[in-house]
């Protein structure tokens, strides 16, 4: 069992930084492989980075490559995602998620379940 609870969203100018937190209990944390995922006003919810258990692959929707980075400590069951030069259509309810069989495809992006869920943190970027 994971419990993951989302904090860092608030408001933010078009071209400033946030840092989501994502603060995950239970004893399989590590063995997880964790994802960001995102849901905007009357959108269906998107996927925008993950992240394997050991923290050495990171996978970015093009919508958010080159401006957001995943990252995460094992030992203090955290993982983040760094947010720069938001843009008002970055604005939605991000979710973190535990990935479960997540299998690294080649020349593709990696499959994966969703088994725990957290509750979503609001991020709202002014023009």
């Known amino acids: 069992q994971v419990h993951l609870v989302e904090s860092g969203g608030g408001l933010v100018q078009a071209g400033g930084s946030l840092r989501l937190s994502c603060a995950a209990s239970g004893h399989t944390f590590s063995s997880y492989a964790m994802g960001w995922f995102r849901q905007a006003p009357g959108k269906e919810r998107e996927f925008a980075a993950t992240i394997t258990s050991s923290g050495d692959t990171t996978h970015y929707a093009d919508s958010v490559k080159g401006r957001f980075t995943i990252s995460r400590d094992n030992r203090g069951k955290l993982v983040y995602l760094q947010m720069n030069n938001l843009k008002p259509e970055d604005t939605a309810v991000y979710y973190c998620?535990?990935?479960?069989?997540?299998?690294?495809?080649?020349?593709?992006?990696?499959?994966?379940?969703?088994?725990?869920w957290g509750q979503g943190t609001q991020v709202t970027v002014s023009s």
């Open positions: 998620a535990a990935l479960g069989s997540y299998t690294e495809v080649e020349n593709g992006p990696p499959t994966y379940d969703f088994d725990y």
